[in-house]
């Protein structure tokens, strides 16, 4: 009986199934990025917004060049940049912060370019914004606030800060009146010496609202208040009704429904500060507070040469 041999392949073969995988994903990447392509730039605009701006969005520019126009697009972020000779040829950049802030539109990004100082004196923002620094770390972008202006910033909405330095000479650096703000992966620095104790980084006059508080026995009392008060029509009932799509499923929401989720809602709303991975330095102390808002979790983790600091500022 004769016993077949199998024959094996040499060291320098390749087996076909190995070559077929790779080529199968290569395939499959074309395929994927050839759908994306086939998107109108207002819908590829659309789906890139989705994205965090530093460093994801930032990133996509490096596509091709359609991309990084679209990625660039002042309908999804503007720019700060003081070395900016023609404005009027690069719509959406601005030579300073205070420009740039009253032009962009709820729920905006402000990239801020690095290099040099940026002065700001009490900037008001009245609306939700997110402020990114354009350098790969906070250093290199610095907000300046000179002697005789009470804050660099002051923040009456739901901010975002990120990568961004934040200096005082005599004040504050942050003044946060009402609103959500998250500070994440900053420097804010104080004047040391000699009035250290006329400054402060951060500074909250924020109080609490007492409908954002509630329980859910005050919500259903709210509703059924609200019912009692005004009766509705049927055609109002189904104007009020909303669809919400989950997936290709539909759910009709009734109107109590409704007016629940409105309440839910109004809880979430609410006044604090939220500090991440951020450098404190020099002031009386990092946080003031004038308001209902106390200083909650904090963490502080020691490196080389700096202290970062993580902690909320919150109802109690």
């Known amino acids: 009986m004769k016993i077949t041999q199998i024959s094996k392949l040499d060291k320098n073969e390749r087996h076909p199934k190995r070559i077929a995988e790779p080529m199968m994903k290569k395939k499959m990447k074309l395929k994927s990025l050839a759908s994306l392509n086939n998107l109108d730039d207002g819908c590829l605009m659309h789906i890139l917004s989705f994205l965090s701006p530093i460093p994801d969005r930032y990133n996509t520019a490096l596509v091709c060049h359609r991309w990084r126009y679209l990625a660039c697009h002042p309908r999804l972020w503007l720019r700060v940049d003081r070395f900016v000779k023609d404005l009027s040829s690069q719509p959406g950049v601005f030579h300073n912060i205070e420009s740039a802030v009253s032009a962009a539109r709820p729920g905006d990004t402000i990239l801020i370019g690095a290099g040099g100082n940026h002065h700001v004196s009490n900037v008001q923002i009245k609306k939700p914004l997110c402020l990114v620094g354009g350098g790969e770390t906070p250093d ?26 934040v200096k005082a000479e005599l004040g504050c650096c942050l003044l946060h009146r009402s609103g959500r703000l998250t500070i994440d992966g900053c420097v804010l620095q104080c004047e040391t010496d000699p009035l250290d104790h006329l400054s402060c980084p951060i500074v909250s006059t924020a109080g609490s609202e007492e409908e954002d508080i509630l329980s859910p026995v005050e919500v259903k009392e709210k509703i059924g208040n609200e019912e009692e008060e005004d009766t509705l029509t049927p055609v109002e009932v189904l104007k009020e009704t909303v669809v919400e799509k989950i997936g290709d499923e539909e ?25 991440l991975q951020t450098r404190i330095e020099g002031g009386a102390k990092a946080v003031a507070t004038s308001g209902d808002l106390v200083l909650q979790r904090v ?18």
Not at 140 to 165: H, I, P, Q
Not at 259 to 274: D, L, P
Not at 299 to 309: I, P, T
């Open 140 to 165: 290199e972008t610095t907000l300046l606030c000179s002697r005789g202006s009470d804050s660099a910033l002051e923040l009456l909405s739901t901010c975002k800060l990120a990568n961004l330095t």
């Open 299 to 316: 963490r502080v983790m020691y490196s080389k040469a700096y202290l970062y600091f993580w902690f909320d500022v919150d109802h109690e």
């Open 251 to 275: 759910d009709m929401l009734s109107p109590v429904e409704v007016k629940m989720k409105e309440t839910v809602v109004e809880k979430i709303k609410g006044n604090s500060v939220t500090v």
